[in-house]
Structure formats: C-alpha cells, structure tokens
C-alpha cells in the first residue's frame, strides 16, 4: 500500500507573549496556510480468478491534486514554581481541508485538539 500526499504554497504565522512580572508569561500563536496539494493513493489486491488457484494483483488508487487551507492556533502559560523550576500549561490546535478538483475523490480534512502540561528545571 502506497500512500503520498504533498504540498506546495505559502503560509504566514506569528505569536506574541503578554509579560506578567518577571517570570510569566501568556503566550497566543497562530498561522494561517493557503496550499496546493497531491494525493496520491495506492492499493494492490490479491485476487483469485476463478479458473485459476495462483492470485495476481489487481493495483487500484488514485492521483489527485487540490486545494488546502490549514489553520494553527495557541494560548500557553509559563511561570515559575520556584527560581529553577517552571512550568508550562497550553492548549493548541490545528485544522485543514483538502478540496479535491476530481469528483469522484474524496476531500480530506482534520482537526485536532491538543492539551499539555510541562515542567522544567533550569540548571
């Protein structure tokens, strides 16, 4: 089984931190991309013909190319517990569609949702 998908384009992000006091900090990120991408998919099946007992392969898939928009975002918190521990809170995440020009291929699309919780220790 072969499975490919690219992409090619452009993509703007930034992020910027809110200070509180001297070790917190509320940090927002977010991106934006406008791609152009390939699908490419690949099956080979092993079939049986009837008047025959050696299976061939029959190999079916497509090749299709479209459009993607994606979407990335983030909040985090850092702070210190204490002067050489800190920790980290967030959440994040992401999205993108893929429009396939072909009708008879299925658009791809994706969401996902992140959180995390982090320590660290500064030595």
């Known amino acids: 089984r072969d499975i490919n998908f690219k ?4 993509f703007l992000g930034g992020a910027y931190a809110l200070l509180f006091g ?3 900090a509320l940090i927002f990120n ?7 991408g390939n699908y490419f998919s690949e099956v080979d099946l092993d079939l049986l013909a009837s008047d025959s007992d050696k299976p061939f392969k029959l190999p079916i898939g497509y090749d299709s190319i479209g459009d ?6 983030g909040v985090s918190w ?3 517990i204490v002067d050489n521990v800190g920790y980290t ?3 994040s995440g992401y999205s993108y569609k893929f429009d396939a020009k072909e009708k008879d291929v299925a658009d791809l699309s994706e ?3 992140r959180f995390s919780a982090g320590l660290s220790y500064r030595f």
């Open 89 to 91: 809170l967030g959440v």
């Open 22 to 24: 001297e070790s917190s």
């Open 30 to 36: 977010s991106a934006i991309a406008i791609l152009e």
């Open 7 to 10: 992409q090619n384009g452009f």
């Open 68 to 73: 993607t928009v994606g979407l990335n975002f």
């Open 78 to 80: 850092k702070g210190n």
């Open 111 to 113: 969401s996902v949702l």
